[in-house]
């Protein structure tokens, strides 16, 4: 029997909106350090267990040389070039080049894995342009080593103990990255391919299946390795095309003299094209002024050192060398709030206590003062079709991808709806651009006060004097028959939510009992 709501309850969270919340407390490169980390204490164990045969001194050499010299070169050329290192970066990279080569006390092999650690840390800084890096560190460490002949990548995690772990921890920083549907096409071809030429050779479906998944690199190499978000282009659709191109790289032999197929050279090949799709390079921000928009809400506006090519509903990734270290690192992701042909790059943040490190150091800067901007992109865009209907959803601080698409004059000709959820009406950011937008603005208030002068109230649209359900709800909670009577035409009408994991998804189911037919999605947690 299903408990009766009262006006007064709080609907539950989902678990993917727990979840959400939970995994977006951690940047990608923090979950990546931590999953790696545990994937090689688990080798250790398998080790000791017996379900390898490499030996526990030679895995503990391999492991400290890996992590001691790409951390030591990073810093190294960090310092020769005069840019502050990325510690995490480093020890990501050490980690994969454990798992790359085969763990060895011969002096060559010794060797060549140095050799390996200090090009890859090279390559971040001599392969790059305009402070970003074109290529996979660890693949080009890996691959230039292997032309050497000193020692050759093995790609040893792809071992089928490994798989008990290997598989959540792949799928934790995919959802964590969101590239599972990138992740899903590259599997499924390379699985395919490979299981084509397995069939050719004599042996079954089910075995050719399960060499491609358990004792190739497949996973490993998705997981940890192609879904690098620097080293992917912008759009969705760009990725997924790029997953497949790899793909046929990393499964088909191929043989060009010196450069034979292996993982590392597909990667690098997907780099290259990932590289001429993109925004190439780091771009040097510069701190123009702030503005306040609400009691906790600041905006940031920055000059560019050049033109940065982005669309409307895109977001973009921003080191902050200055922020204190903290279990988030130093990069973070805003939406962009400005138009892509103006002067200046805008990103709005919600500056309310306690405050991380990273809106520290926002706060910190003066005018004049730069950070520098490490990659654009996102699919949170409107349709092509001008004609197509639209509903916005924004929870909160979550009203900032859509203030680009006002802002660039993408809603103006389109029907569109757009639906504010705020904890109260002083809450509320950008209420003059949203007053000016010409567009259908709601605003509802967790508090039940009204919205800012020239925004329509949410609230009892349902007939004069009468509540909708859930009004004395917290803003970001919405059901379906609510949000039906709010948008009466949501069915017809692509849905557009933005906001933090646990209200996403919340809005996002509500969108869909109301009768939505594609809801797209833009989740953050708090920076």
């Not at 931590?34 to 045969?53: F, I, K, P, Q, R």
């Not at 454990?98 to 650690?117: H, K, M, N, R, T």
């Not at 959803?393 to 203030?403: D, Q």
Request: with cysteine; proline share 7%; glycine share 10%.
């Amino acid at each position: 029997m299903n408990p009766v709501e009262t006006p007064h309850a709080r609907p539950p969270v989902s678990l993917a909106g727990r979840m959400g919340t939970a995994v977006g407390r951690f940047t990608m490169y923090r979950i990546t350090l931590v999953v790696l980390a545990v994937l090689a204490a688990y080798s250790l164990l398998l080790n000791l267990l017996g379900w390898l045969t490499f030996g526990i001194p030679e895995m503990l050499a391999h492991l400290a040389l890996c992590l001691g010299l790409t951390y030591a070169s990073n810093r190294a050329l960090a310092s020769l070039f005069r840019v502050n290192p990325h510690t995490e970066s480093s020890l990501i990279t050490g980690l994969l080049l454990y798992f790359l080569f085969w763990p060895s006390l011969q002096p060559l092999d010794l060797a060549g894995v140095a050799l390996a650690c200090v090009l890859a840390s090279a390559s971040k800084y001599a392969l790059a342009w305009r402070g970003r890096h074109i290529f996979n560190p660890a693949a080009a460490g890996a691959f230039a080593t292997g032309l050497t002949g000193l020692n050759i990548a093995t790609w040893w995690a792809a071992t089928p103990a490994m798989l008990w772990l290997l598989v959540p921890g792949v799928l934790l920083v995919l959802y964590r990255t969101r590239k599972v549907l990138m992740a899903s096409v590259f599997t499924l071809v390379a699985t395919a391919v490979i299981t084509l030429e397995l069939l050719r050779s004599g042996m079954t479906a089910g075995m050719g299946i399960y060499q491609a998944l358990a004792q190739r690199p497949v996973l490993f190499f998705v997981g940890f390795m192609l879904t690098e978000p620097l080293t992917l282009p912008p759009r969705r659709r760009q990725q997924l095309a790029l997953a497949a191109v790899v793909a046929v790289l990393f499964a088909v032999p191929w043989n060009l003299g010196i450069f034979a197929n292996s993982p590392e050279a597909a990667l690098l090949a997907g780099n290259l094209l990932a590289f001429l799709a993109g925004q190439r390079g780091a771009v040097k921000l510069r701190l123009a002024g702030t503005r306040q928009l609400t009691p906790a809400t600041t905006e940031f506006s920055f000059e560019p050192a050049r033109p940065v090519r982005f669309l409307p509903g895109q977001y973009m990734e921003v080191d902050l060398p200055q922020a204190r270290p903290d279990g988030k690192g130093r990069r973070r992701v805003f939406s962009l709030t400005g138009s892509p042909g103006g002067r200046l790059v805008k990103f709005a943040v919600r500056t309310a206590g306690p405050l991380s490190a990273a809106k520290e150091a926002l706060l910190a800067l003066r005018p004049g003062d730069e950070v520098a901007a490490t990659a654009v992109g996102g699919d949170f865009v409107l349709p092509r079709d001008p004609h197509r209907q639209v509903l916005l959803i924004a929870a909160g601080i979550g009203i900032t991808p859509f203030v680009s698409h006002l802002s660039s004059g993408g809603l103006r000709e389109r029907d569109a709806v757009l639906l504010l959820l705020a904890r109260s009406a002083d809450e509320v950011a950008y209420a003059e651009e949203l007053r000016d937008s010409g567009i259908r603005v709601l605003v509802r208030t967790a508090d039940g006060s009204q919205p800012p002068p020239g925004l329509a109230s949410a609230a009892g649209r349902s007939g004069p004097g009468d509540r909708l359900p859930g009004d004395r709800l917290p803003g970001d909670r919405l059901d379906g028959e609510t949000l039906a009577a709010l948008v009466p035409d949501i069915a017809a009408r692509e849905v557009y939510v933005s906001g933090s994991p646990a209200s996403v998804a919340s809005l996002r189911r509500a969108a869909r009992s109301a009768g939505a037919r594609r809801v797209r999605t833009d989740s953050f947690s708090g920076y």
